[in-house]
T-cell receptor, first 116, second 113 residues
Framework: AQKVTQAQTEISVVEKEDVTLDCVYE???????LFWYKQPPSGELVFLIR??????QNEISGRYSWNFQKSTSSFNFTITASQVVDSAVYFC?????????????FGTGTRLTVIP | EAGVVQSPRYKIIEKKQPVAFWCNPI?????LYWYLQNLGQGPELLIRYENEEAVDDSQLPKDRFSAERLKGVDSTLKIQPAELGDSAVYLCASSPRLADTQYFGPGTRLTVL
């Protein structure tokens, strides 16, 4: 079974603070992909990043960074120097290539509010 | 490059009425997905198409939901008759091929009264 847990339902930070969104996953697949999507108030899911299970290198893209640790089945997302435009719901998702049939399984999302 | 297009963006209907949603995927994307997103939840897959073939419809409530993807491009999702519990956002996504990154449209917010 594929499962994604985002324990933080809502987070509020003041602008310019750093914030980390947690994601823990479960899968029996040995080959899988992990994703983060952003859903602003407009409703569209915006793709942020995809990592495969064989690549544990952390990634940085501007103010965004991701920490993938297979040992703890976690794929956490950090926003540095948060901005009001970062306010959105963020979803972590998992796609397993064997039992997961390549379908995306989403967590319940974390609502981030950045206060000016 | 144009993204995934969905229409309508909003739909309000009375229960027992039929409703249809339309999706135009990104050009060249062979795989198309329909998701259901309830309030406060992540999207859940309803059906997946590889070209014009529905290859995974295990989560589609077939007594009232139907979908088609004629010619392997545009797709339509239909509900007949709608129930109060169908109120949700219906998202369409596409990817170049299976297991590639999925790109989502803006969704259709359905309200059933």
């Amino acid at each position: 079974a594929q499962k994604v847990t985002q324990a933080q339902t809502e987070i509020s930070v003041v602008e310019k603070e750093d914030v980390t969104l947690d994601c823990v996953y479960e899968t029996r697949d040995t080959t899988y992909y992990l994703f983060w999507y952003k859903q602003p108030p407009s409703g569209e899911l915006v793709f942020l990043i995809r990592r495969n299970s064989f690549d544990e290198q952390n990634e940085i893209s501007g103010r965004y960074s991701w920490n993938f640790q297979k040992s703890t089945s976690s794929f956490n997302f950090t926003i540095t120097a948060s901005q009001v435009v970062d306010s959105a719901v963020y979803f972590c998702a998992l796609s397993g290539l064997q039992t997961g049939a390549n379908n995306l399984f989403f967590g319940t999302g974390t609502r981030l509010t950045v206060i000016p | 490059e144009a993204g995934v297009v969905q229409s309508p963006r909003y739909k309000i209907i009375e229960k027992k009425q039929p409703v249809a949603f339309w999706c135009n995927p990104i050009s060249g994307h062979n795989t198309l997905y329909w998701y259901l997103q309830n309030l406060g939840q992540g999207p859940e897959l309803l059906i997946r198409y590889e070209n014009e073939e529905a290859v995974d419809d295990s989560q589609l409530p077939k007594d009232r939901f139907s979908a088609e993807r004629l010619k392997g491009v545009d797709s339509t999702l239909k509900i007949q008759p709608a129930e109060l519990g169908d109120s949700a956002v219906y998202l369409c996504a596409s990817s170049p091929r299976l297991a590639d990154t999925q790109y989502f449209g803006p969704g259709t917010r359905l309200t059933v009264l």
